[in-house]
């Protein structure tokens, strides 16, 4: 039997009495179910808006700002993961990405396999379970199949242009959709509209950042893209506004992720200068959706939910071609995207974790509200299950926790415990508390935040003596960090070797929620894959 997100009736009636009650109110409530349109912006900041930044912003953020308040502003909101991918697997089905086994074969970049199969239960199918029709207008980067030439593995070169793509967005549940395989700085740059490539994808074209070269539709333009986003959407929502269902619209901005590509009318509008700009371009999409809601109708029907899939990469800045560290120099100049937290993109700090979000209901939440409930973007499934009163069976979305209790009344804690990650290593949050399963930033690769992973383990073999030889040893306070979050923001003062009883029940804590395959109260599900809560780099670990 399914098990609702509604309450039941507690009170005790007749048959027919309950009978007639069940009809009036499933009835009221049906015609009563909100539209849900979310907002994801790409490596978007903490910092990045004025709302949350405060004085450590230094670009002006209008719309965001405004839908802090005309709703409820979140200040302790966070990713499951500083790394877009999985970020959005989270986001996409209420599970943690880390449970999901290898993601099919793919190419480079869009090319990527699919990251989970179309079996898998997701946002577009609940809504449509509920009866909503749903969209998807963006980014995607969860993967696709393409046809191909050959038969073989996807990518540039094999790729068939002239054909649809065989798994696509509209096979997990959307009805309609309009997106890109991936980010705006990754190849083929060409819009799908539910299988069909749109434009003749016979060019080579490459952007600013990483220049990345590769097949792209004749007439696609880099900074005509978050315009054309926000028309689909636009007309998405006129479309919608005419019909009998409530509608769900999943918005995927690309930026203000590289390539830096402001639209012509925002160029030099910001004061610190291109990355500004495409912050203030991100932010007015927010406003021309809302636009959108608002001519149609229905923004009184409509709940409005904006976030970011992670902090910002510190790669982006006044340049734009991908350059280490630039954020530090707008750091200078008064402009901190990650706001008051340490480490960027890719880390296990807060910078690479934290998000802002925000929520407008009208009628429900107050408007100029502010909450500190923690919450994750995984949370997103089950809150949206319970406001459009959507069937959820056990396994589905088992690491998804409702905070409509929360939007009704900030004051409400959601939930104590959240797994984030960065690409090097696991954290857990347990009320302010939080721990990172290993020495340094968490990240590594080219633009890694301070300290590179691998150097820092290397530092705290030499601390401890000796290489961590079993699980007990990897629990010693050379290779974990403990961090009060209420009294310590920025992450400076590491307080596991004054908590060693702390860090143990916190390491117990993250494994029974490894092995149980669920976050959430329920039957003890599988993991896709063996996962360890310590990801030692390989010269470390003496197996």
């Given at each position: 039997?399914?098990?609702?997100?509604?309450?039941?009736?507690?009170?005790?009636?007749?048959?027919?009495?309950?009978?007639?009650?069940?009809?009036?109110?499933?009835?009221?409530?049906?015609?009563?179910?909100?539209?849900i349109?979310?907002?994801?912006?790409?490596?978007?900041?903490?910092?990045?808006?004025?709302?949350?930044?405060?004085?450590?912003n230094?670009?002006?953020?209008?719309?965001?700002?405004?839908?802090?308040?005309?709703?409820?502003?979140?200040?302790?909101?966070?990713?499951?993961?500083s790394?877009?991918?999985?970020?959005r697997?989270?986001?996409?089905?209420?599970?943690?990405?880390?449970?999901?086994?290898?993601?099919?074969?793919?190419?480079?970049?869009?090319?990527?396999?699919?990251?989970?199969?179309?079996?898998?239960?997701?946002?577009?199918?609940m809504?449509?379970?509920?009866?909503?029709?749903?969209?998807?207008?963006?980014?995607?980067?969860?993967?696709?199949?393409?046809?191909?030439?050959?038969?073989?593995?996807?990518?540039?070169?094999?790729?068939?242009?002239?054909?649809?793509?065989?798994?696509?967005?509209?096979?997990?549940?959307?009805?309609?959709?309009?997106?890109?395989?991936?980010?705006?700085?990754?190849?083929?740059?060409?819009?799908?509209?539910?299988?069909?490539?749109?434009?003749?994808?016979?060019?080579?074209?490459?952007?600013?950042?990483?220049?990345?070269?590769?097949?792209?539709?004749e007439?696609?333009?880099?900074?005509?893209?978050?315009?054309?986003?926000?028309?689909?959407?636009?007309?998405?929502?006129?479309?919608?506004?005419?019909?009998?269902?409530?509608?769900?619209?999943?918005?995927?901005?690309?930026?203000?992720?590289?390539?830096?590509?402001?639209?012509?009318?925002?160029?030099?509008?910001?004061?610190?200068?291109?990355?500004?700009?495409?912050?203030?371009n991100?932010?007015?999409?927010?406003?021309?959706?809302?636009?959108?809601?608002?001519?149609?109708?229905?923004?009184?029907?409509?709940?409005?939910?904006?976030?970011?899939?992670?902090?910002?990469?510190?790669?982006?800045?006044?340049?734009?071609?991908?350059?280490?560290?630039?954020?530090?120099?707008?750091?200078?100049?008064?402009?901190?995207?990650?706001?008051?937290?340490?480490?960027?993109?890719?880390?296990?700090?807060?910078?690479?974790?934290?998000?802002?979000?925000?929520?407008?209901?009208?009628?429900?939440?107050?408007?100029?509200?502010?909450?500190?409930?923690?919450?994750?973007?995984?949370?997103?499934?089950?809150?949206?299950?319970?406001?459009?009163?959507?069937?959820?069976?056990?396994?589905?979305?088992?690491?998804?926790?409702?905070?409509?209790?929360?939007?009704?009344?900030?004051?409400?804690?959601s939930?104590s415990?959240?797994?984030?990650?960065?690409?090097?290593?696991?954290?857990?949050?347990?009320?302010?508390?939080?721990?990172?399963?290993?020495?340094?930033?968490?990240?590594?690769?080219?633009f890694?935040?301070?300290?590179?992973s691998?150097?820092a383990?290397?530092?705290?073999?030499?601390?401890?003596?000796?290489?961590?030889?079993?699980?007990?040893?990897?629990?010693?306070?050379a290779?974990?960090?403990?961090?009060?979050?209420?009294?310590?923001?920025?992450?400076?003062?590491?307080?596991?070797?004054?908590?060693?009883?702390?860090?143990?029940?916190?390491?117990?804590?993250?494994?029974?929620?490894?092995?149980?395959?669920?976050?959430?109260?329920?039957?003890?599900?599988?993991?896709?894959?063996?996962?360890?809560?310590?990801?030692?780099?390989?010269f470390v670990?003496?197996?």
């Amino acid at each position: 039997m399914k098990d609702r997100i509604r309450h039941p009736f507690k009170k005790v009636v007749t048959l027919a009495v309950l009978l007639c009650a069940c009809f009036a109110s499933s009835t009221v409530q049906a015609e009563s179910r909100p539209n849900i349109v979310f907002i994801l912006a790409d490596d978007l900041g903490y910092g990045d808006i004025k709302a949350f930044g405060g004085e450590k912003n230094n670009i002006d953020t209008p719309h965001f700002d405004q839908l802090c308040a005309d709703g409820m502003k979140f200040t302790d909101a966070h990713v499951t993961d500083s790394v877009c991918v999985p970020s959005r697997t989270s986001i996409m089905t209420g599970r943690y990405a880390f449970r999901f086994g290898a993601a099919e074969k793919g190419g480079p970049w869009g090319f990527t396999g699919l990251r989970f199969p179309p079996s898998q239960h997701t946002l577009g199918d609940m809504f449509r379970s509920a009866g909503y029709a749903t969209g998807y207008v963006g980014k995607w980067h969860l993967g696709t199949r393409m046809a191909t030439t050959d038969g073989q593995i996807q990518g540039p070169e094999n790729t068939d242009f002239s054909k649809p793509i065989e798994i696509g967005v509209s096979d997990y549940g959307f009805e309609k959709c309009f997106f890109l395989p991936g980010s705006l700085d990754m190849f083929p740059y060409a819009f799908i509209r539910g299988k069909e490539w749109q434009g003749r994808v016979t060019a080579q074209k490459g952007w600013s950042a990483f220049n990345r070269v590769g097949p792209a539709a004749e007439d696609f333009e880099d900074t005509e893209v978050l315009s054309i986003f926000c028309k689909e959407a636009g007309k998405y929502i006129q479309e919608q506004s005419a019909g009998e269902k409530p509608f769900f619209l999943f918005v995927a901005l690309t930026a203000p992720h590289t390539p830096t590509s402001p639209e012509p009318e925002f160029e030099g509008e910001s004061r610190i200068g291109v990355y500004g700009d495409f912050v203030m371009n991100t932010d007015a999409c927010i406003g021309r959706i809302r636009d959108h809601l608002r001519e149609a109708g229905v923004d009184e029907e409509t709940v409005v939910m904006v976030s970011s899939d992670h902090g910002p990469g510190h790669y982006s800045g006044r340049k734009r071609e991908a350059t280490a560290n630039q954020m530090q120099e707008m750091e200078k100049d008064g402009h901190h995207a990650t706001g008051p937290f340490r480490g960027y993109k890719f880390s296990a700090y807060e910078g690479g974790l934290r998000v802002p979000f925000a929520a407008v209901w009208p009628g429900v939440v107050k408007p100029g509200s502010e909450t500190d409930s923690l919450i994750g973007l995984n949370d997103l499934m089950a809150t949206w299950a319970e406001i459009a009163e959507a069937d959820l069976l056990p396994d589905q979305a088992p690491d998804s926790v409702s905070f409509v209790a929360v939007l009704r009344d900030p004051s409400v804690e959601s939930r104590s415990t959240l797994v984030t990650r960065g690409t090097r290593a696991d954290a857990f949050r347990d009320g302010e508390w939080k721990l990172i399963l290993g020495p340094g930033s968490g990240s590594s690769g080219r633009f890694f935040t301070e300290p590179k992973s691998e150097d820092a383990w290397n530092d705290a073999v030499k601390a401890f003596g000796k290489k961590p030889a079993n699980h007990e040893d990897l629990e010693h306070p050379a290779f974990v960090q403990l961090y009060h979050l209420q009294d310590d923001p920025g992450e400076t003062t590491d307080l596991s070797s004054d908590q060693p009883e702390r860090v143990e029940q916190m390491i117990e804590s993250y494994q029974r929620i490894i092995d149980q395959g669920r976050s959430t109260p329920g039957q003890k599900l599988s993991n896709d894959h063996e996962v360890k809560a310590f990801r030692p780099p390989p010269f470390v670990w003496r197996k």
